[in-house]
């Protein structure tokens, strides 16, 4: 997934749209004392980066923090790591409950109520058609899978095979359902990141993990944190410049595809149908106070296709941002949602 591009300063106002929070906290008001400064590194096959007002002295005591927090959302929710948390869940028994620690919980209780509120368009439990694509840890398979392989996996999984118990940080599966997280883990990663600034007292910060995002208060000019949702290739829209206060952005796409006999397919399954989505969608973009939320709701809005994405949308008040090709040409079409559009309008 690709989200957002942090950026240090507006385009020209003939060639960008703006988006606010309809909200401002009080932090918006005011400038805060320090300089810039910045941290990166790697997690997740990707990139982090974090940009904070403060004092450099506290670099290393907040690099340390950064990096135990995401070492054990790998730990716990890394497909690719034989011993996390997540893969001895999937090769563990059938029928029997797994306590599960605590990030892993939260992830799971956020991922199973998306799922049940997107019928699941969003599906924690698709790790085995996911590894039949040849899309997680697993090499990809030499031919497109077959048919049979297809509904046997589709069998096999589904959140609908979960029983969760949040009380007690229990889950168990009736079924040999495969658990994958790629499509959440890495927002609330982003989430965690930032909580974890603010326990070091670091207010005013921009957090972004492989191109998802979160923003609080203001940069030291008391200008905030600008990102440009980035357009997809051949689109010919003006660029949406948001202003990330207390916002998250997170943006699912097609930029991920294989081809196999001249036939291209998206690294975004359709949880009804076992096969790669093939709807006319292009980018769904979500702006939530929470990433990780974002993160599994712009998933969800992907495998729904242009019109009921916009649909569903509206029901939850997301802001999004839906780009997808119509069926009678093939220029890039975009749809806003009413959330969306109040953000541009104020």
């Not at 048919?147 to 940080?169: E, K, M, T, V, Y």
């Not at 202003?243 to 399954?269: D, N, V």
């Not at 019109?307 to 749809?335: G, M, N, T, W």
Request: proline share 7%; hydrophobic share 45%; with cysteine.
């Amino acid at each position: 997934m690709t989200a957002a591009t942090a950026t240090s300063a507006l385009p020209p106002s003939a060639a960008r749209r703006v988006a606010i929070p309809r909200e401002l906290s009080l932090s918006a008001l005011r400038r805060p004392d320090g300089p810039l400064q910045s941290l990166r590194g790697t997690t997740m096959g990707t990139s982090w980066n974090v940009t904070w007002v403060g004092l450099a002295d506290a670099a290393d005591t907040v690099r340390a923090a950064i990096e135990r927090r995401l070492a054990r959302v790998v730990a716990q929710m890394s497909p690719w790591e034989p011993q996390s948390d997540i893969s001895r869940f999937n090769a563990g028994r059938v029928g029997a409950w797994v306590s599960l620690p605590h990030d892993f919980c939260e992830v799971m209780a956020c991922a199973l109520c998306i799922a049940e509120e997107s019928d699941g368009c969003c599906d924690p439990a698709l790790g085995t058609l996911i590894n039949l694509w040849g899309f997680g840890p697993q090499p990809a398979p030499p031919e497109r899978p077959s048919s049979a392989d297809i509904n046997a996996a589709l069998g096999q999984s589904g959140w609908r095979n979960l029983a969760f118990d949040p009380s007690s940080r229990r889950l168990m599966r009736s079924k040999p359902a495969h658990l994958d997280l790629c499509g959440i883990a890495k927002g609330y990663a982003v989430d965690l990141v930032a909580r974890t600034l603010r326990q070091y007292g670091i207010v005013d910060a921009l957090v972004e993990i492989g191109g998802e995002l979160t923003g609080h208060g203001v940069k030291p000019d008391g200008t905030p944190w600008w990102v440009a949702i980035d357009t997809p290739a051949g689109a010919n829209l003006p660029p949406i410049v948001v202003a990330l206060h207390g916002l998250a952005i997170a943006t699912s796409g097609c930029e991920r595809h294989f081809q196999h006999a001249g036939a291209i397919y998206s690294h975004t399954l359709d949880p009804r149908t076992g096969m790669p989505i093939d709807n006319g969608m292009v980018t769904a973009t979500v702006l939530h106070d929470s990433c990780m939320q974002a993160d599994a709701y712009a998933t969800a809005l992907m495998v729904m296709g242009p019109e009921r994405a916009l649909a569903f949308a509206e029901e939850k008040q997301l802001a999004a941002v839906i780009r997808y090709r119509p069926a009678s040409h093939d220029a890039i079409a975009e749809a806003l949602s009413t959330s969306m559009q109040a953000m541009l309008d104020d």
